[in-house]
């Protein structure tokens, strides 16, 4: 059958189903602006406002299924909505109460955007229910074995829906610009934990049988649910952290900042909009740091050092409650507008809590990750990508997701407090808060705010360009970087190694950023001498802390210290955090001596990682995309 057109879309099979020629109106309807290049909704004509969700949790055939009942905003003209899918298989569609068998029909394929799902409407439809279940390779969910959780006995099923994933297990106009409120009913095996971003239970229920609700309209990424063995604990009224019994006591531990974070968090930016602030802690495949799922981050164990000193994780994800999930990018070309500002409000946390001297470490540890990524772009031929503002049209917008949005987004905002004074920032910042709270804003709008609200009224002391910022590749010249007087110490340290040996390093009573930071000012040119001397004086291999072992590991492959390697793979067969995984494998392609070991340790690691995590390692190793 021949494809028609439809918002851009092609279809097949719809006039069929639709027992009507409509050419016409789908040529009016193709003129109107799509907004968002990575979403087939046409909200202007049909947009959801609701969620009601019934699921059933198969861990055997390692499938979703149930229904997903929209409520919708729709003009009387409107004749279809329009929700994205991927790898969904859709068994009927129902309007308001009516069973029959509603009409829809499906658009042609995409690798990365999925297939649109078009549902006629008639002019007095208020809902529509879709039956559908989820496919075994679902993109968004990762289904892991009982021996790859901490305790060993059970599954454990997680999703991951952000940027775009949401569609291969809800059915749903998967836009940042589309918010919705929503109530789930999820069934899973009786004894199991569920949580989902809403409203959580804290203690198992005993059929299996869980009820959510989220009564702040989210958009379709923060859609999130977790099915496992694991418990809670609470740290007061708002704050708590669940995890599996044997990652409890470490974890509980490890977070119990968490209180003192949020209360700097208001105290920097206004209310805490999102009743309770718990943490998930998810087996090690989980492939980010961090997932800011409303109500419930979801978090990697890799930042359990023991010590407390990974947690700016916490900062960084409670700080999107604001930054984020009350004032969310548009569209994923507006991707700085959520991360550059968390960043920002994450180190504001850190700084209120652990002082000046600690957030300018971070700063300066992230300024360097920004210089590594800048070069890297620019090298290979990307500087198009180092600009804020982004052009993800017709990509994958995972491929924006880097240092980018974070770091340089980060250092505006920093340079802009610098010139505009603290008081007179954080007034405006908390104002933007307020202002566009649970709305979607993009960069333009920000531009706008900003001008109105800080550049015009600072009498002429805000000298910087911020459009170029925005709009151009690379660093404008004229702005402040961080510095790090401790840091700066921990430079010289490495140098002094390099003259005289290991007799000038000390690691004692260095926190682990100073220990970091003396790793990453190491030259990749060591002998396998001075690799030994490093090793035997600070125990490098042996180190459990995860951005102090990914460092170490990293330094062993560029400069072939093999009595690393078996920690290496050990690392990486345990660990699926992207940020760790793809630049390990990235070193041992670039090095001949190492290829060989990458793809043995690929072998055995890639059935265990996250679909994120083994699509970026592909590339990197060239294997060819799965069918
Ligand atoms: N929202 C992000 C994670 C993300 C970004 C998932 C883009 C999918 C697409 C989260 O808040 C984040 O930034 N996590 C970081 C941790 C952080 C401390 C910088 C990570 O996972 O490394
Ligand atoms: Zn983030």
């Not at 804003?441 to 109105?452: H, N, R, S």
């Amino acid at each position: 059958m021949k494809p028609t057109i439809l918002y851009g879309i092609s279809i097949v099979g719809f006039s069929m189903l639709m027992g009507c020629g409509d050419a016409n109106t789908h040529n009016d309807m193709d003129k109107k602006k799509i907004t968002d290049p990575h979403s087939y909704a046409n909200p202007s004509d049909a947009v959801i406002t609701h969620l009601d969700l019934d699921l059933h949790v198969n861990f055997d055939k390692k499938k979703l299924s149930g229904t997903a009942t929209y409520t919708l905003q729709r003009t009387p003209e409107a004749k279809e909505v329009v929700l994205d899918t991927r790898d969904l298989s859709i068994s009927k569609v129902t309007l308001d109460a009516d069973t029959a068998g509603a009409a829809f029909a499906t658009g042609v394929p995409d690798a990365v955007l999925g297939t649109a799902l078009i549902i006629k409407i008639k002019p007095e439809t208020k809902t529509v229910t879709v039956h559908y279940e989820t496919s075994p390779d679902a993109a968004a969910l990762q289904w892991l074995q009982p021996s790859q959780t901490a305790g060993g006995k059970f599954p454990f099923l997680f999703t991951q829906s952000q940027a775009i994933l949401c569609r291969t297990w809800i059915p749903v106009q998967d836009s940042p610009g589309i918010r919705f409120t929503y109530t789930a009913k999820v069934t899973v095996p009786a004894g199991y934990m569920a949580v989902m971003s809403a409203e959580n239970p804290t203690q198992r229920s005993v059929d299996g049988v869980y009820a959510f609700s989220q009564k702040r309209a989210v958009p379709a990424y923060l859609m999130a649910l977790a099915v496992g063995d694991f418990d809670y604990h609470k740290y007061d009224e708002r704050t708590g952290v669940y995890a599996e019994p044997a990652t409890m006591p470490a974890a509980a531990y490890e977070f119990d900042e968490t209180r003192k974070m949020l209360d700097a968090a208001e105290a920097l930016y206004g209310p805490y909009e999102w009743g309770r602030y718990d943490l998930l802690v998810l087996p090690p495949s989980f492939p980010f740091g961090g997932m800011e799922n409303p109500c419930v981050t979801f978090a990697t164990p890799s930042v359990i050092a023991g010590d407390k000193s990974l947690n700016s994780l916490v900062a960084h994800e409670l700080a999107h409650s604001w930054s984020g999930n009350l004032v969310t990018n548009r569209t994923w070309n507006d991707f700085w507008l959520n991360e550059g500002f968390t960043v920002y409000f994450e180190r504001r946390i850190m700084e209120s809590i652990y002082g000046k001297e600690y957030a300018d470490m971070l700063a300066v540890l992230g300024y360097g990750d920004l210089k590594n990524t800048l070069a890297d772009m620019e090298s290979e031929g990307h500087q198009e990508d180092t600009k804020l503002k982004l052009k993800l049209d017709g990509r994958d917008p995972d491929e924006g997701m880097s240092d980018i949005a974070y770091e340089k987004g980060y250092l505006l905002l920093r340079n802009l407090e610098g010139q505009a004074g603290r008081e007179a920032f954080d007034q405006f910042l908390k104002a933007w808060f307020k202002d566009f709270a649970f709305k979607g804003a993009d960069t333009e709008e920000f531009l706008d705010y900003l001008e109105k609200n800080l550049i015009q009224k600072s009498n002429g002391k805000i000298t910087l360009d911020v459009k170029k910022w925005v709009y151009e590749p690379g660093l404008p010249d004229g702005f402040t970087e961080p510095t790090s007087a401790r840091l700066q110490k921990m430079k010289a340290m490495a140098d002094a190694f390099v003259a005289s040996g290991a007799e000038a390093v000390s690691l004692d009573s260095l926190s682990s950023h100073e220990i970091q930071f003396f790793l990453r000012s190491l030259p990749d040119n060591l002998t396998a001498a001075q690799m030994v001397q490093l090793d035997r004086k600070c125990h490098f291999t042996d180190r459990k802390n995860s951005e102090e072992a990914f460092l170490w590991l990293r330094l062993s492959v560029i400069n072939n210290y093999a009595d690393a390697y078996p920690a290496l793979d050990s690392f990486l067969v345990h660990v699926g955090r992207r940020k760790f995984v793809a630049p390990l494998y990235e070193a041992m392609v670039k090095n001949p001596a190492t290829i060989e070991l990458a793809n043995q340790i690929y072998a055995k690691a890639r059935p265990g990682y996250h679909s994120v995590t083994y699509n970026t390692v592909d590339e990197i190793l060239g294997k060819k995309p799965e069918q």
